[in-house]
């Protein structure tokens, strides 16, 4: 289950809505996924794409793709859910509220911190005299990542580690990505506040470019698969975008309508467990807190916290497929000894993946993993 | 690992497990529904502060958690926003998750997910939130100015939600079942000071309460009291005195503010020709508002009198005794208006 | 160290000072308001998202950095709620802040710090809160659910609070003024439709509108329309086109809502005898109920006529250009309710 | 500045208050600081005593003395302000937003987290998987202690040490002091759900005996004066209380007044200041971002901040006064060089003090300051 915020549109296309959903919701028709009633990315599927619409409010999302990660828990339904927030969003009470209860409850989430580096047009610093966002997991106990946002591929294998973290039953996990709101907060915004050095340096770090030199040194593409995957996108835009053009506006009854749902839909959840399992006696019901240390201050940790807390080493580990080799497609946070965390990425097992010939060194590993939870 | 034994019934009171119907107080009234309805629905769950383990603030899930275990009573940490964005990704999922707010007055605190998320949630994208957010609400206990609040308005004013207030223990049990089952996202008012006050013998069969309906509690033909919640009962209580001078107050519990049961309002207006309004919620922007636009526009020719309205004042609910007294109304206050009304 | 130039007029349109009065937009008459205000006393300050280096999403606080420093003009991450108890700790410290909504809609992300610290402050315990929230409000733009909604009557219906929404340029500066000098918390809301759609020519010198007052628009005797904020032009507009009609409607804006002139309303009243409430924000609830039940109390013999209303539908303010259109009031609707009523 | 929480009495009577003014307000008397309008600890002194009272929602306070904080700076004051939070509030949105701004804005503040292991029937464990609370801290940038709850000195001067830092200008401070709710909830509760094992491990810890044991070891009181005071305190109470028994209910108009402050209140800030300096020229107002680095995944940590996160090591340093000695009246967090943290606890010198006569070793230290401000 994904909740993209208004700059994951692309998410929404890996999901499998189509340009014309997001070209009809912009222009208000009809025939868009919310009929008008809604714009922008506000949109999603829950029967099918298991995509939640995101509101306008930052943060509030968090807490509830928690509840979506829970509730998956609940049902059997062994998924994993994921949002994005802001660097400027990660200052709300919601953010702090949801990722304190996924941390409490060791939902089955992931929350990805994307850092642009600005927030409308206030840069990180102001928001927070933190160099890495991802520090915000310090508070609840939880693993974190930082990861090159602008390499795809290397995006693309830290979350699947969290992925498989939180299939593992780990609890949730924060992925910070490091990138750049290259244009304004929106068409109105100049952003003349940004300095020019600042574009310049991150010019140099395109994502596309990146990632089409990886694809180019590869051979995983040539010029001409490359102009019929470029053609057909462009057909497919501009179709798109034709259909929207023509498409109707809502008739002006349809805004009376909906305000609740009478009987316009059944509620069922998809249970993947048998439904005598949620309850006792085949659920645990035992009444009492365990309180396994009293929290005195001269307690002693207990030596698996320890072991965590120790050294904020780094550690080299082999991930293929990362696309700038050892000048750190992931910076290492913390990594002493994260059963899955270090681990699993120092196992250097490639996950599944299209793109293999690459196999090249980059730092990736886990941070400070919460303690064991209370289930 | 030393553990503490569960109180379970913390002072003693709350029985483990519910009998369904019998002579019971408001509170074990809305107890008997949760219990009726997560043994009927494995997709109900509770979710808030200090539910399991300690059976709630009020002790209103007492035994909860040793009959539906911890997967379905869920405790969470003092985050109101987040218990309700959880019940909202809940809902999603198809669940039917019953939110607590340890007292009603904290559910400011979460007036954004409420208000923008749940609220909208079904018209903007088509993402029914079958929900329940319920929890402890009113004055009268000298709770003072955080632990007394009336927020009905602050929802009854806000499409999408439903907002619920019963008065008595069978309505209690009976629209609390209707909201849990009903699809979209119900505000479920609980008077505190009615939760031990009142008892009733109710039904042993499962029954329902619709939403959306006013009851008559009392018939008459002098004038009509529109009232809910606690001061339904002080409106019977006039009612009753104001019936020894010869006056006859027919007197109705609107349950539901949201959606008004115009129809009830209306009809009894074109019978008795006088309204008075009461309500526990400060005056301005009170729900006797609403009420007296309803009344303009469907029974205006109908009246013989001004609309009239009895309610709390416009401060914020005070802690002293007699200051809180003064602010809230009272059978005496009640009676006095509705005679002057009669008298009109 | 590069540093970015700051634009300061973003858009290249707002000057770096301001010129008291003048020929002015709204947003401009709000603007000049705010540095008047600053420049007079220093214990004004400004706090905000993006409301320094930027000058604020609509650009209310351009060019007010370079004036007053980065010690006044305060951005903040974005943290609604830690804005406004920011707010009050100044606040208690005897400076005066102005704290601003990027958009009002996000005002619910606060709500619990307005209703309940800052509303309820002086009442328990004798600490005056004189502090200003402003934000554009208000739909027209298409601006979808999140972006154009009117929150006034969650504040109205909160003890403690002042309530401004004003329609003119010159209002807007002289209430905005009394805002910011009044020892109370006011919310000042700004109609975004206004900002830049309205001009008028200010007087040079210092001048307040006092809070608490409405203004007689125009004067007639066949019927009142009360109104506020974007809503007023368009009661004007119907005004004007009734008076072609024959029927004279006197209008009034209301400015305050609370706390609300109900003399000006009742007094109108007692001389047309009928009277229409005009309001953008959802029906259920909106202050139109209020000025319903104050009007049986104070003015029912005067009515010939029920009090009506034309207000937006009970849902959230939809996207869609046709689907805005239906949501909201507009001039021919209120021209059709006035004629209806005038004819009564 | 100070604003207590309701377990936070002790700090009301330190600041003149007087049990009168306690057994008023709970007893709801016209006599009462809020003349019965509130109740509890929920009343304050802005223009003497510069106590702000609370509202029950917890987590309010934090964004409040922020606040109080930055307008103290802005009228140069050189104040510093203060609250408490439990373990439970600091879930709060509000405790995170009103964390952030102030360690975005580099406040004065110092807020206390009162760990009592309880948060009314929850434990710590079930409300974040966190040992140490203390590490809210790190998700803000911001330096914190650990102290033990329990002994009183060691909170005098960790927060005695906090306040320097404050009004050095080192922003806030957020100081965990690790102690235990000895009953329920409140007089209600009978906490059954706390293990009696926990009591037992905590009564051993008791505060008071172990003051006590301070003041009789080092003769700082003897049986006679000891007498002398508990006497003088005896009294006062029995007097206070018979007063507030014996004062009136407010008269039911008082119920009607004050909503609004109708020119009871004349509003002046306390200028410490000239006015001419807060705004230009004498002000700053570069009006233009300062953005010394781009936030890019593979910037070099600045040395700076590198050394302040090399290592969780344990520096030992003397801190006079503490009761327990080296068995850790303050446990250390993080210690490497910060330039006030470290280093200030390092050099040992004692503060001023009414007890001088122990000078035992115990751990003290500041935690990961947060990265320079940008002021
Ligand atoms: C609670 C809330 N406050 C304010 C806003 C207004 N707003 C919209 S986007 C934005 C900046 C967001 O910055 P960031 O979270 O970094 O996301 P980015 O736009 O950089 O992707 C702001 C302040 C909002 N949407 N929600
Ligand atoms: C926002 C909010 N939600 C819920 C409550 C109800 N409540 C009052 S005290 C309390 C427990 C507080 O625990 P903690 O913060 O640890 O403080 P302690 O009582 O242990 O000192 C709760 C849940 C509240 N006061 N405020
Ligand atoms: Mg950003
Ligand atoms: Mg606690």
């Known amino acids: ?375 | 690992m030393p553990t503490a034994k569960k109180p379970g019934n913390g002072n003693g009171k709350a029985p483990a497990a519910a009998q369904a119907g019998g002579e019971v107080t408001f509170l074990e009234a809305i107890r008997q529904g949760l219990i009726e309805e997560m043994d009927r629905d494995p997709s109900v769950v509770m979710i808030g502060e200090d539910i399991g383990v300690y059976g709630g603030a009020f002790k209103v899930s007492a035994g909860l958690l040793e009959r539906f275990g911890w997967e379905r009573i869920i405790d969470t940490p003092i985050s109101e926003t987040a218990i309700i964005g959880a019940a909202v990704g809940m809902a999603y999922q198809g669940l039917r998750p019953v939110a607590e707010m340890q007292f009603i007055d904290f559910i400011s605190c979460c007036f954004n997910q409420i208000t923008n998320f749940v609220a909208k949630s079904h018209y903007r994208w088509n993402a029914p939130v079958p929900m329940v957010i319920r929890g402890p609400s009113g004055g009268g206990v000298h709770g003072g100015p955080f632990h007394s609040q009336n927020p009905e308005m602050y929802f009854a004013h806000t499409p999408g939600l439903k907002v619920v207030y019963p008065s008595t223990a069978y309505d209690a049990k009976g629209l609390l079942k209707s909201a849990i089952r009903d699809n979209n996202p119900v505000l479920f008012f609980e008077h505190k000071f009615l939760y031990r006050r009142i008892k009733e013998t109710l039904p042993a069969e499962d029954y329902t309460v619709p939403l959306g309906k006013a009851a008559t509690r009392r018939e008459g033909r002098d004038l009509t009291i529109v009232s809910y919640a606690a001061m339904a009962h002080s409106s019977l209580e006039a009612a009753a005195a104001l019936a020894k001078e010869g006056i006859e107050a027919e007197v109705i519990d609107l349950r539901t503010l949201l959606p008004l049961d115009r129809e009830a309002i209306i009809n009894s207006v074109k019978k008795t020709n006088k309204l008075l309004v009461v309500h526990e919620d400060t005056r301005t922007g009170g729900i006797a508002g609403e009420i007296a636009a309803v009344v303009f526009e469907e029974a205006f020719d109908d009246l013989d009198a001004p609309v009239r309205r009895v309610t709390s004042l416009d401060t914020p609910v005070p802690y002293s005794p007699p200051l809180e007294e003064r602010f809230l109304p009272n059978t005496a206050k009640i009676v006095e208006a509705a005679r002057e009304l009669a008298k009109y």
Not at chain 1, 177 to 201: C, I, L, N, S
Not at chain 1, 307 to 314: G, R, S, V
Not at chain 1, 326 to 340: D, F, H, I, L, V
Request: charged share 25%; aromatic share 8%.
């Open chain 1, 1 to 375: 289950w994904i909740a993209p915020m208004i700059r994951n549109v692309g998410a929404l296309l890996v999901r499998g809505f189509r340009p014309r959903d997001i070209y009809t919701q912009y222009m208000a028709r009809y025939t868009s996924p919310t009929q008008g009633k809604d714009g922008t990315s506000h949109f999603g599927d829950l029967e099918k794409r298991h995509v939640v619409s995101p509101i306008s409010m930052l943060g509030d999302l968090i807490p509830v793709m928690t509840g979506v990660a829970m509730a998956g828990r609940y049902l059997g339904q062994n998924i994993v859910s994921m949002t994005w927030i802001g660097d400027g969003g990660s200052s709300t009470g919601a953010f702090h509220e949801g990722m304190n209860l996924a941390a409490s409850q060791k939902a089955p989430f992931i929350c990805v911190i994307e850092n642009n580096q600005w927030a409308y047009s206030t840069p990180v610093n102001r928001q927070v005299p933190l160099r890495d966002l991802a520090d915000r997991a310090r508070a609840y106990g939880i693993p974190s990542y930082i990861v090159d946002g602008n390499d795809a591929l290397a995006v693309y294998r830290t979350t699947r580690e969290a992925v498989d973290r939180c299939r593992a039953g780990e609890g949730p996990v924060i992925i910070e990505a490091k990138t750049m709101r290259m244009r304004g907060h929106a068409q109105h915004d100049p952003a003349e506040y940004v300095p020019k050095e600042m574009f310049a340096y991150w010019k140099e770090r395109d994502p596309l470019e990146r990632f089409e030199k990886h694809l180019n040194e590869n051979n995983l593409w040539d010029a001409k698969s490359r102009k019929a995957i470029e053609e057909r996108i462009d057909r497919e835009l501009v179709a798109d975008l034709e259909e929207a053009e023509n498409a109707p506006f809502p008739p002006a009854e349809l805004a009376e309508q909906g305000v609740y749902c009478e009987g316009c839909h059944t509620i069922a959840p998809k249970w993947n467990r048998a439904i005598e399992e949620v309850s006792p006696p085949r659920s645990s019901a035992a009444s009492e807190w365990k309180v396994s240390e009293y929290g005195g201050f001269e307690a002693k940790p207990d030596a698996r916290y320890e072991a965590l807390n120790a050294a904020a080493e780094t550690i080299e580990v082999e991930t293929p497929g990362a696309l700038d080799g050892g000048n750190g497609s992931a910076r290492a946070r913390k990594s002493a000894a994260s059963k899955s965390g270090g681990a699993n990425s120092g196992n250097g097992k490639p996950s599944a993946s299209t793109v293999k010939k690459s196999a090249k060194t980059s730092k990736v590993a886990a941070a400070l993993p919460g303690r064991k939870g209370r289930r």
